[in-house]
Structure formats: C-alpha cells, structure tokens
C-alpha cells in the first residue's frame, strides 16, 4: 500500500523567509507525484507534479520539489515567501501505471507573517 | 470554464439519519473520484468512477456508502445510517483522461458533522 509522510505539520515563518517541506513516500514501485495547496476558504489546487524527467520540478508562483528516488522524497521548496502563501500543502503520490487513486500526506499548515 | 461544484457546503445530522451529498464535475471529464478527510488525519480515497461505472471502490469504508453516477454526469455519495465516526470533509474531484498522471481538480468540499 501507499503511503506519504509529510513532517512538520505546522510552519511558522516571517515574510522572505526559504520554505522547505519535506515529503517522502513508501511505495513498492515507479510512482508520479504531487504537491497539492489549499488556500484559506479555497479548493485545493495543484502545485506541481512529477512523473518523468528532470527530477527538479518547477510550479506555480514560484514554488518547486525535487524528486530524489534513492530517498523517497519530493521536498517542495519556496526560496522567499509571501504572506499569501499562507495555506495547507499536501503531497500525494500514485503509482505508475496503476490506479489513478491518490495517497495524501497529512499535510502542512503554513503561516507567513507579514 | 467552471470548476467542480459539491453540494451542500455544510451538513449536520444525527447519527442513524441519512445525508446524500452530490459532486457536478468539470464538463466532460469523465474521470470522477471521492476523497474523505477525517479531522486530523491524511485525505483518504473512496472510489472512482470512470462514466458511470465503477472503475475502483477499494477506498469505501463500507456498505453504508453508497455512490452512483448515474448517466456519467454528476455522482452522488449516500451514508445511510450516519455514524459519528463519519464526520469530516468530503472532497470531489475529476480529471479528463484515463492517465494516471492527468490533473485532478477538486471542488470546495462538503464538511459533515454527525452528531
């Protein structure tokens, strides 16, 4: 079975500061990976996605995860944040020519202080 | 181009009492899934449909649940009776292709509270 491990469930952190979420995944196969966000009273929406390629992965509004296989990880990096990226990230993963079912990390609340 | 829509945004009930909860998804994805997310912990899979048929239901926690897509458009999801333990947020989403790798766009959620 899938699963995702996501760290550091809440996140503080001043305006300009890095972001960094960790994320790794168990799963006994190839896999395609997600970062999900939700902002406050929003739908959750995709950041980016991972299934082939440049392991390094760049996003929307300037986020990006690299995929390190030999690690099970796709962190998801921010190098200066905003007060609107205030919100719950969540890191997912399917299984490569399975299912299309998703497996979700626990997530993490980020707040960026103005 | 409008998004998923669920509805209600909100549903309180009693335990023992029946909620159908219901997911319009994009236009002409075929693809349909339900998620749960139960306070605290991680958004769990329910099924998936793929028009009206069932294509996985490994997710669903049991005979309680009840989903349906009649016609392949709009999916409703069925908890009869509701136990407390079914409380939480019961997010929709679809995507268009067969591809595993294809976006899933989610609508807003329906957060029920069973009482």
């Known amino acids: 079975a899938q699963s995702v491990s996501q760290h550091n469930h809440h996140v503080i952190l001043s305006e300009a500061a890095s972001l960094e979420l960790g994320c790794n995944y168990s799963?006994?196969?190839?896999?395609?990976l997600f970062w999900y966000v939700q902002y406050p009273g929003q739908h959750l929406q995709l950041l980016l996605k991972y299934f082939s390629g440049d392991p390094l992965v760049k996003g929307i509004k300037g986020f990006e995860a690299e995929f390190i296989k030999s690690k099970f990880s796709f962190n998801l990096r921010k190098p200066s944040v905003q007060w609107s990226d205030t919100a719950e990230y969540f890191c997912?993963?399917?299984?490569?020519?399975?299912?299309?079912?998703?497996?979700f990390g626990k997530g993490n609340q980020v707040v960026v202080i103005p | 181009e409008a998004g998923v829509t669920q509805f209600p945004s909100h549903s309180v009930i009693e335990k023992g009492q029946t909620v159908t909860l219901r997911c319009d998804p994009i236009?002409?994805?075929?693809?349909l899934y339900w998620y749960r997310r139960v306070m605290g912990k991680e958004i769990k899979f329910l099924l998936h449909f793929v028009k009206e048929s069932k294509q996985d239901e490994s997710g669903m926690p049991n005979n309680r649940f009840l989903a349906e897509r009649t016609g392949g458009t709009y999916s409703t999801l069925k908890v009869q009776p509701a136990e407390l333990e079914d409380s939480g947020v019961y997010f929709c989403?679809?995507?268009?292709?067969?591809?595993?790798?294809?976006?899933?766009?989610f609508g807003p959620g329906t957060r029920l509270t069973v009482l």
């Open positions: 236009s002409g994805h075929d693809n």
């Open positions: 989403a679809s995507s268009q292709g067969q591809g595993n790798t294809d976006t899933q766009y």
């Open positions: 997912a993963v399917n299984g490569k020519g399975g299912n299309n079912r998703l497996a």
């Open positions: 799963y006994g196969g190839t896999v395609n």
